[in-house]
């Protein structure tokens, strides 16, 4: 069974800088790409940053230029670096993996789509 476990989220005034992290867990062999997503009340889930295995970034456009994804492999870790912060930064911030291969019942499993549990990001004016 895998895990990801995000933390990071504060409450942070306009033009302040966070760290989110996002670790996994569980007899991991190796992670594809991993990426962060945020939802704001009323709003649907939007992916805000990506990264493969290999380090290929991609962001969304309201996030680019102030948001930096990184990932460090050998932490199973994932981290969303966020810069001038704003207060639509506001959301519930999940990280995600695409496939794990991870140790289950004697065997290597693929496990897709893993999710988080969500870490909350709020921008005061």
């Known amino acids: 069974q895998v895990q990801l476990v995000e933390s990071g989220g504060d409450l942070v005034q306009a033009g302040g800088s966070l760290t989110l992290s996002c670790a996994a867990s569980?007899?991991?062999?190796?992670?594809?790409?991993m990426g962060w997503s945020r939802q704001a009340p009323g709003k649907q889930r939007e992916l805000v940053a990506a990264?493969?295995?290999?380090?290929?970034?991609n962001y969304a456009d309201s996030v680019k230029g102030r948001f930096t994804i990184t990932r460090d492999n050998a932490k199973k870790t994932v981290y969303l670096q966020m810069n001038s912060l704003k207060p639509e930064d506001t959301a519930v911030y999940y990280c995600?993996?695409?496939?794990?291969?991870?140790?289950?019942?004697?065997?290597?499993?693929?496990?897709?789509?893993?999710w988080g549990q969500g870490t909350q990001v709020t921008v005061s004016t």
């Open positions: 569980g007899t991991i062999l190796e992670i594809n790409a």
């Open positions: 990264i493969t295995s290999g380090g290929i970034t």
């Open positions: 995600n993996a695409d496939k794990i291969v991870a140790w289950k019942g004697g065997n290597y499993r693929n496990f897709y789509d893993s």
